[in-house]
């Protein structure tokens, strides 16, 4: 049973530049969270995919997107890259409607 | 929205001790309380989880209590033991059913735990 993966696991980009990052859920699960973790915090939640639509978002600007596709699998495009936007990016996945989510290993981005 | 405070940032106990790490939130709406363990360079991990039709949950070393009234719930370890050592978060959402099947986890700062041999 494969467990959620993300890539890429590492990733260097500079200011300005865009950048994408991939999940795929759990086997079985239909519904993709993405979390940023700044260096010794707690996750922030950006958004939430199901059925390939954006269900819920937090206070993320909209240089933050994302999309869902047909496999349930999603990415996250960040745009116009800052110094700030440095952070482990943590996919999580779920069934609709469950609580429990499950969290992926991370990319690790840093903007330079 | 919701807000999530946890203590301490840093606790250190010595292996055979009991450890305890508090959470209070501020969402009324907010009836499920996961619990997260991360190990350095790791992924969280679902440690143990409750929901607000139950005040105590317990799973072999780990239990979790949840007082809805005063909004604030706990995570107790006994019998540490030095792979307990990582950083808990503690989380708060209002539950699934409730939001329309969709939920976002607001996730409180993070406790390092510490267990000394």
């Known amino acids: 049973d494969a467990g959620v993966t993300q890539s890429p696991t590492h990733l260097i980009k500079t200011r300005g530049q865009q950048v994408t990052l991939r999940c795929s859920p759990k086997s079985g699960h239909d519904t993709v969270s993405w979390y940023q973790q700044a260096l010794g915090q707690g996750p922030q939640f950006i958004f939430q995919?199901?059925?390939?639509?954006?269900?819920q978002r937090g206070n993320f600007p909209d240089r933050f997107s994302g999309h869902q596709f047909p496999n349930y699998s999603s990415e996250l495009n960040v745009n116009a890259l800052l110094l700030g936007d440095s952070a482990l990016y943590l996919c999580?996945?779920?069934?609709?409607?469950?609580?429990?989510?499950?969290f992926g290993p991370g990319t690790r981005l840093t903007v330079l | 929205g919701e807000n999530v405070e946890q203590h301490p940032s840093t606790l250190s106990v010595q292996e055979g001790d009991s450890a305890v790490i508090k959470c209070t939130y501020s969402d009324s709406a907010s009836n499920y309380f996961p619990w997260y363990k991360q190990e350095l360079g790791k992924r969280p991990q679902l440690i143990i989880d409750?929901?607000?039709?139950?005040g105590e949950k317990k799973d072999q070393r780990i239990a979790v209590t949840l007082n809805k009234t005063a909004k604030h719930f706990s995570l107790h370890i006994t019998e540490t033991q030095p792979e307990d050592s990582a950083v808990y978060f503690c989380a708060a959402t209002p539950d699934s059913l409730l939001t329309g099947g969709g939920n976002k986890l607001t996730f409180g700062t993070g406790t390092q735990l510490k267990v000394e041999l």
């Open positions: 995919y199901y059925e390939e639509e954006e269900r």
């Open positions: 409750i929901r607000s039709n139950v």
């Open positions: 999580a996945s779920s069934f609709f409607g469950s609580n429990e989510q499950f």
